[in-house]
């Protein structure tokens, strides 16, 4: 099925870590990738592939993944990491080639 | 650098058409496909489809078969979407997104890792009468 399921918000005290997951049958066959989204902006790229950060991304992003779950965490949360993320990946079983999770709005107390 | 530029806002007639471009520069436009994707108010990201720019080529969300259309103009280095029979619902932010990829060999394990990256500034198209 063509779904990825993120949890719609949480929130992270100020130098803390949050983890954010995505939930999909495709993952089990390919990377998430997940993107950061402003209000009023493009989404931009944090994390692709493994565990890959493009350039310009800091290192408190990472990626991870198990088995259907995909997960980005942040560690050391800043102010301007409050934002809505949201995880991508193919799928080849489904509809839709490509499919977006739900988006998680993460909220830095 | 490489970048993406859209075209501006449009407001359009339900039942009109609308075609939105993207230009493309800072990179070999006929290297890497090209993603739309869309966004309606207070809403998540929804992938609409994907052309190649070298052969033109294009893959459809079954959600907007018959609907969309995408082309390119490789004189240009421009992709073209147009959503046609606009509804209410149609009212979002269109964004274009470079696809890219990447295939590693892991001993016997042939594996493709797959992003967006840029996205165009997005292009809001609202539908109302």
């Known amino acids: 099925s063509s779904e990825l399921t993120q949890d719609p918000a949480v929130s992270v005290a100020l130098g803390q870590t949050v983890r954010i997951t995505c939930q999909g049958d495709?993952?089990?066959?390919?990377?998430a990738s997940w993107y950061q989204q402003k209000p009023g902006q493009a989404p931009v790229l944090v994390i692709y592939?493994?565990?890959n950060r493009p350039s310009g991304i800091p290192d408190r992003f990472s990626g991870s993944s198990s088995g259907n779950t995909a997960s980005l965490t942040i560690t050391g949360a800043q102010a301007e990491d409050e934002a809505d993320y949201y995880c991508?990946?193919?799928?080849?079983?489904?509809?839709?080639?490509?499919?977006f999770g739900t988006g998680t709005k993460v909220t830095v107390l | 650098q490489v970048q993406l530029v859209q075209s501006g806002a449009e407001v359009k007639k339900p039942g009109a058409s609308v075609k939105v471009s993207c230009k493309a520069s800072g990179y070999t436009f006929t290297s890497y496909y090209m993603h739309w994707v869309r966004q309606a108010p207070g809403q998540g990201l929804e992938w609409m489809g994907i052309i190649n720019p070298s052969g033109g080529s294009t893959s459809y969300a079954q959600k907007f078969q018959g609907r969309v259309t995408m082309t390119r103009d490789t004189s240009t280095s421009t992709v073209y979407m147009e959503l046609s029979s606009l509804r209410s619902e149609d009212t979002a932010v269109y964004y274009c997104?470079?696809?890219?990829?990447?295939?590693?060999?892991?001993?016997?394990?042939?594996?493709?890792?797959?992003?967006?990256?840029?996205w165009g500034q997005g292009t809001l198209v609202t539908v109302s009468s």
């Open positions: 495709s993952l089990r066959s390919y990377y």
């Open positions: 592939g493994k565990n």
């Open positions: 997104a470079r696809d890219c990829r990447i295939t590693m060999v892991r001993g016997v394990i042939i594996e493709t890792v797959y992003w967006f990256d840029p």
């Open positions: 991508n990946s193919r799928d080849s079983s489904g509809n839709h080639p490509y499919v």
